[in-house]
């Protein structure tokens, strides 16, 4: 699996939550730190690639997955969407920011009227988002907890049709639902989400 795929596939549920930090404030990212995670993640795609693979825990932090995401996967992220923050908060909770273009979002849809929130909204706007990252035997399921643009609560529905525009692809024209159990990458087994820190065992 080349490195691309396995970026978009193992941080699909941290963009997810991203689509979807608190006031605490993070470190600056450093491309040292996204460099740090690239190496890794080679290594986890090696070992994948080996036969039989071998157990093997590789610990991931808030620092380097931020600091990934806005140099080495910069490219990779889907258009309409910028800036992407993630917090790892501990036992499986994680917590997200980006900003959307909502001009671009809303082209692909019809008006809800009056009481659509998108009609009031326009241009890059933040949306964070709360939820839990479960994996077990190499399947993960994210559960969303809240979702806010501009401090306004957004309905799951609505979490929904953003998730599902900026996720499609040619592989998934459907995009990611939201609750939907999902395959990890490179024979991953599980990612425990600890506080600032994942471990990724394969």
């Known amino acids: 699996m080349c490195r691309r795929s396995f970026g978009l596939g193992i941080f699909a549920p941290f963009l997810l ?3 979807v930090v608190s006031s605490i404030a993070a470190p600056p990212f450093a491309r040292e730190s996204g460099e740090r995670l690239a190496q890794k993640i080679d290594e986890i795609n090696k070992n994948a690639a080996a036969d039989p693979v071998r157990s093997k825990t590789t610990p991931v932090s808030e620092l380097e997955v931020n600091s990934y995401l806005a140099f080495n ?32 979002f809303k082209q692909s849809r019809s008006s809800g009227g009056m009481m ?28 969303l907890a809240s979702a806010e ?21 040619t592989e998934n024209p459907n995009g990611f639902k939201i609750d939907a159990p999902f395959k990890l990458p490179a024979k991953i087994r599980e990612i425990a989400v600890n506080q600032g820190q994942a471990l990724v065992v394969q």
């Open 73 to 104: 996967g910069k490219n990779k992220i889907p258009r309409g969407l910028a800036n992407p923050e993630i917090r790892m908060v501990g036992d499986g909770q994680l917590a997200g920011r980006v900003h959307v273009d909502i001009d671009e």
């Open 149 to 169: 643009i501009h401090g306004v609560p957004l309905p799951k529905r609505i979490v929904q049709e953003l998730v599902t525009f900026f996720s499609r692809t």
């Open 17 to 19: 939550c991203a689509v």
């Open 116 to 143: 659509d929130p998108f009609s009031y909204i326009s241009g890059q706007v933040p949306v964070t988002a709360r939820g839990v990252l479960r994996t077990k035997d190499g399947t993960g399921q994210f559960q």
